[in-house]
C-alpha cells in the first residue's frame, strides 16, 4: 500500500509542475534578408560572403554606364546574360592581392586591358 500512495503523490506532483510551468509553443520562422548590395567600385563576387571583388575580375560586359549589373542575388542584368571574368582574382581560387573595401572609389585603371579565362552568368554559374 506504502508503494501505491508513494506513486500516486509522485503522479499529482508532476502533474502540478506541468500545470502550473508556463507552456512553451513552438514556433518556425524562415527569412531571407538579403539587403542593399554591397558598394564595391569594381564589383563583388558572386557567392557569399559577396565580398568586393578586385579590378580585373570582371569584364567590361558588367558595366553599364559605369555601373556593376550586379552579381547573385543583386543581379539586375538580362535573363540570358554571359559575362568574361578572369578567375585568377577569385579569392577561392587562392587570389591574395589588393582587394577594394566597400564604399571605396574606383582607382585609375592599370595599363593592359582585361584578360578574361571564364564566362559566367549573373548567378555566379560557369558557362560555356
Same mark, same amino acid.
Given at each position: 500500500?506504502?508503494?501505491v500512495?508513494?506513486?500516486?503523490?509522485?503522479?499529482a506532483?508532476?502533474?502540478?509542475?506541468?500545470?502550473?510551468?508556463?507552456?512553451?509553443?513552438?514556433?518556425?520562422?524562415?527569412?531571407?534578408?538579403?539587403?542593399?548590395? =554591397? *558598394?564595391?567600385?569594381? &564589383?563583388?563576387y !558572386?557567392?557569399?560572403?559577396?565580398?568586393?571583388a578586385? /579590378?580585373?575580375y570582371?569584364? #567590361?560586359?558588367?558595366?553599364?554606364?559605369g555601373v556593376?549589373?550586379?552579381?547573385?542575388?543583386?543581379y539586375?542584368? =538580362? *535573363?540570358?546574360?554571359? &559575362?568574361h571574368? !578572369?578567375?585568377?582574382?577569385?579569392?577561392?581560387?587562392g /587570389?591574395?592581392?589588393?582587394? #577594394?573595401?566597400?564604399?571605396?572609389?574606383p582607382?585609375?585603371?592599370?595599363?593592359?586591358?582585361?584578360?578574361?579565362?571564364?564566362?559566367?552568368?549573373?548567378?555566379?554559374?560557369?558557362?560555356h
Amino acid at each position: 500500500m506504502k508503494i501505491v500512495t508513494s506513486l500516486a503523490l509522485t503522479a499529482a506532483a508532476a502533474l502540478s509542475f506541468a500545470v502550473m510551468s508556463p507552456r512553451a509553443d513552438a514556433q518556425v520562422a524562415v527569412g531571407v534578408n538579403i539587403g542593399p548590395a =554591397p *558598394a564595391c567600385p569594381y &564589383g563583388y563576387y !558572386d557567392y557569399a560572403p559577396y565580398s568586393c571583388a578586385p /579590378y580585373g575580375y570582371y569584364g #567590361p560586359e558588367w558595366f553599364v554606364g559605369g555601373v556593376f549589373v550586379g552579381a547573385g542575388p543583386w543581379y539586375r542584368g =538580362p *535573363a540570358h546574360f554571359r &559575362g568574361h571574368v !578572369d578567375n585568377r582574382f577569385d579569392a577561392r581560387g587562392g /587570389y591574395h592581392g589588393p582587394f #577594394p573595401n566597400h564604399g571605396d572609389h574606383p582607382a585609375p585603371h592599370p595599363q593592359g586591358g582585361f584578360h578574361g579565362n571564364e564566362m559566367r552568368d549573373g548567378r555566379g554559374n560557369v558557362v560555356h
